[in-house]
């Protein structure tokens, strides 16, 4: 007699799931790590893992039409001779023209100016489109230094030596061969069509004691006048911060690994580097250990969408956030109604992340002129614009419910977590108790 | 002539005194006295001045220099004339790492010896060593030319693209993805050019070897990945 097994429900593997049989398979036939835009797509500890706790008998609330909440933030007083004061502490992130189309620069350009807020640069220098478009324009001083000039240095509003960034902290930049147009090679001094390998350490200097003199050399040669950013990703942020403030930063970037990049390997994005939720304390507290909170301004990015998540960063101490994955959205990348074009390079609204491609059919990641041209710079800022104003709107209505008239008055005590890992990052109480893991407290 | 006494003026005073001037000034001769090593000193200037540096010089010695002729009487820290656009600087001593690094034009003359990351991430700079350079030059090196009458260290233009180098003497060895090339007749006009311009007219274009990309990781391919 045979013996037949009862069927069951075909089961696939947790650990061998259908991405990393995909990738398996995608490896074994290409020969090619898999490259990518964007930042980790993998879930991780985020803002959603914590809430507000509002007004209530203990404190009281501002009506929320009537009574003032200020969103102003002024970055670079430790310095500069001429800091940057801006509407809103919602920045855009830098994005370099060659990533990105010339039409994409110059509406965040736009809709940063609208909004009252600044843009930044990238790994391509600066376009005359997004220096005319930006009333304030952060000039990125990269490892690679494509297109770096005195002038363009001077023209700058902010400069941003950017040592990390949050998807790949220890990498450097990457645009294939697709996207090295005429002019994106010949902004950055390479043959065209090759696949260009950004440095991932600075040529001149190694080390905080070295920037300390770079930044020397920066603020000479632009007569201190412009706030110097340091850009760091998010690897070690107490120590990392502590140092930046040592080489003399006005102001320090922190991404996190949710923060995005043009292009990078996969592997580097959603392995390296730590969420932006567990960044903002340790770097926080490196400022408040040295005195310098508030006075050394701090931009937090990765992962920022809403004015929940600003406010959240703003009452863990953070001074403004930058966006950049977001922005892009709002400017029309992964719009559903290109659905059909998304299928044609097979994928779908949403998860198109192949930008070193250069195939975007949104006109905003690609070098092709026909596809740039889908980009209106005009209607893409005004969206932007919207955009940064309605998450600016959002952060005023937390804001004010939690008692404050301006949005640097939030505070860690305004959280509560929902999740232990949460509480543990951000150092506020598990909901529903006192209790901070790692630092003490009971239950009630 | 302009005189400045680093011991008495603040470096901050020099640099803008220096940034005052532009095209037509009437003050195109300058000597700085007593710079002591200090870092920084004459950046960013962007006028045809002539600037005459009394002494060794630290970190960044006439970096991002635009126009100007700036000699240092002394040796150079790391990353003298880096981010050059044009004009010339010119060491009489030697030069610490990253000399004239990721340059984008101009000339940089090093009478003695440079060393390592010479020409780092170069941008179309020309740089004339006379003596020797270190380990690691020209990496990333992207355009312009790097001359050295000396020999080269380990890795020479390592990762290179489409910079020209030329060297007299030895070199230890070289980076990925750089070889040695012919050299055809114009570049022993080049190199000539470049000779002159730098002032040296005891070597013969005859005596160097030429090395450049050989453009096989200009691309990604699986199979060169035991190159780096």
């Known amino acids: 007699m045979t013996y037949h097994n009862p069927p069951t429900t075909p089961r696939k593997s947790a ?169 994106v090679a010949e902004m950055r001094t390479l043959p065209k069509g090759i696949d260009q390998r950004s440095a991932c350490r600075h040529p001149d200097w190694t080390g905080p004691d070295d920037l300390e003199i770079k930044i020397l050399e920066l603020r000479e040669i632009t007569d201190w006048e412009k706030p110097i950013y340091i850009k760091i990703g998010g690897a070690r942020p107490y120590y990392d911060v502590a140092l930046s403030v040592k080489a003399g930063a006005d102001v320090i970037v922190l991404d996190g690994m949710q923060g995005g990049t043009a292009a990078t390997q996969e592997v580097f994005i959603e392995h390296v580097g730590q969420p932006t939720l567990a960044c903002i304390r340790p770097a926080v507290q490196a400022l408040q250990d040295l005195g310098m909170h508030r006075k050394v301004q701090l931009i937090v990015s990765g992962g920022i969408r809403n004015g929940a998540d600003v406010a959240k960063a703003l009452a863990l101490g953070a001074d403004a956030v930058a966006i950049g994955s977001a922005a892009l959205v709002a400017l029309g990348d992964n719009d559903p109604a290109l659905e059909a074009e998304y299928n044609k390079l097979g994928t779908t609204a949403g998860a198109y992340d192949d930008w070193h491609e250069g195939r975007c059919p949104a006109g905003i990641t690609t070098q092709d002129p026909e596809l740039a041209k889908r980009l209106d710079p005009v209607r893409a800022g005004r969206r932007l614009a919207n955009y940064l104003k309605v998450m600016t709107l959002e952060v005023q209505t937390i804001a004010r419910a939690c008692g404050h008239n301006h949005v640097h008055n939030l505070e860690p005590e305004d959280l509560c977590a929902l999740t232990l890992e949460a509480a543990a990052m951000a150092r506020v109480p598990l909901a529903g108790t006192n209790w901070i893991p790692g630092h003490g407290g009971g239950g009630f | 002539m ?106 940089l003359v090093i009478e003695g010896n440079a060393a390592s990351r010479c020409g780092i991430s170069m941008k179309g700079i020309d740089i004339v060593v006379r003596g020797n350079i270190g380990h690691m030059s020209a990496f990333m090196a992207q355009s312009g030319h790097l001359v050295v009458l000396g020999n080269a260290g380990d890795a020479l233009g390592d990762s290179i693209y489409e910079a020209k180098l030329f060297v007299r003497g030895s070199v230890k060895s070289l980076g990925a993805d750089c070889i040695e090339k012919e050299m055809r007749p114009e570049h022993h006009q080049h190199l000539a050019t470049l000779l002159d311009k730098a002032g040296i007219t005891d070597v013969k274009t005859s005596e160097f070897k030429r090395y450049g990309s050989a453009r096989k990781l200009y691309t990604f391919n699986i199979d060169n990945a035991d190159a780096y």
């Open chain 1, 15 to 183: 650990t061998f799931d259908d991405y990393t049989l995909s990738e398996i398979r995608r490896a074994a036939q290409t020969g090619i790590y898999d490259i990518r835009g964007g930042g980790a797509k993998r879930k991780v500890p985020h803002f959603d893992d914590l809430l507000f706790l509002g007004a209530s008998m203990s404190r009281y609330p501002l009506e929320g039409y009537r009574e003032k909440c200020s969103t102003s933030v002024v970055l670079g007083t430790r310095f500069a001779k001429k800091p940057i004061e801006l509407k809103t502490p919602i920045t855009i992130a830098g994005m370099s023209f060659g990533s990105l189309s010339a039409q994409a620069k110059e509406a965040l350009g736009r809709g940063a100016t609208i909004a009252g807020t600044s843009t930044t640069t990238g790994d391509g220098g600066m376009t005359p489109e997004e220096r005319g478009q930006s009333k304030t324009l952060v000039y990125q001083y990269l490892p690679s230094r494509y297109g770096m000039n005195p002038d363009d240095l001077r023209k700058a509003d902010c400069i941003e030596v950017v040592v990390g960034q949050g998807a790949k902290p220890g990498g450097g930049g990457m645009l294939l061969g697709q996207k090295i147009s005429d002019r």
């Open chain 2, 2 to 107: 302009r005189t400045i006494d680093l011991a008495v003026t603040p470096l901050r005073e020099l640099n803008s005194e220096l940034h005052r001037q532009s095209d037509g000034t009437n003050e195109a001769q300058w000597e700085i006295l007593n710079p002591r090593g200090q870092h920084a000193v004459a950046v960013g200037v962007d006028a045809p001045i002539k600037v005459a540096v009394r002494g060794p010089v630290g970190y960044y010695g006439g970096g991002m220099n635009k126009k100007a002729t700036i000699t240092i009487h002394g040796s150079a820290g790391p990353g003298v004339a880096e981010n050059m656009m044009s004009g010339s600087v010119v060491v009489k001593g030697d030069a610490s790492q990253y000399a004239g690094a990721t340059g984008r034009g101009g000339l």
